[in-house]
Nanobody, 116 residues
Framework: QVQLVESGGGLVQAGGSLKLSCAAS????????MGWYRQAPGKQRELVAS???????DYADSVKGRSTISRDNAKGTVNLQMNDLKPEDTAVYYC??????????WGQGTQVTVSS
C-alpha cells in the first residue's frame, strides 16, 4: 500500500499562509480519495479538505474560502494551501488516502502552529 509523508508545517503568525505537501511513495491514479485531516490536542480528528480523482473537493466550513486542495496523480502529491491562518487552525495535519480497498492510510502528520 501507499506510504504518505507530510511536510510544510511550521510556526506562522495569524493571517499568514502555509502550503502543506503530501508526498506519496508512488503515483496515486488508483486512489480515488485523498485528503487532509487535522487534530488538535483533546479534540477529534476532523476533515480539512478532500479531493477525488474527478476533481470534486470538500472543505470544512472553518477553512472554506481560504484553503485550496490540489493533487498531481503522476507525482503522487497532494497539496493544501492555507491562507489567512487563525490560531484555531493550530493542529497536527495528516495526509490521508482511501482507495476503497481497506480504509484509510495516514501519514505521520505535520505540526501547524498559528500564533496570535
Amino acid at each position: 500500500q501507499v506510504q504518505l509523508v507530510e511536510s510544510g508545517g511550521g510556526l506562522v503568525q495569524a493571517g499568514g499562509s502555509l502550503k502543506l505537501s503530501c508526498a506519496a511513495s508512488r503515483s496515486i491514479f488508483d486512489i480515488n480519495l485523498m485528503g487532509w485531516y487535522r487534530q488538535a490536542p483533546g479534540k477529534q480528528r476532523e476533515l480539512v479538505a478532500s479531493i477525488t480523482n474527478a476533481g470534486s473537493t470538500d472543505y470544512a466550513d472553518s477553512v472554506k474560502g481560504r484553503s485550496t486542495i490540489s493533487r498531481d496523480n503522476a507525482k503522487g502529491t497532494v497539496n493544501l494551501q492555507m491562507n489567512d491562518l487563525k490560531p484555531e487552525d493550530t493542529a497536527v495535519y495528516y495526509c490521508a488516502a482511501n482507495g476503497g480497498r481497506g480504509g484509510w492510510t495516514w501519514g505521520q502528520g505535520t505540526q501547524v502552529t498559528v500564533s496570535s
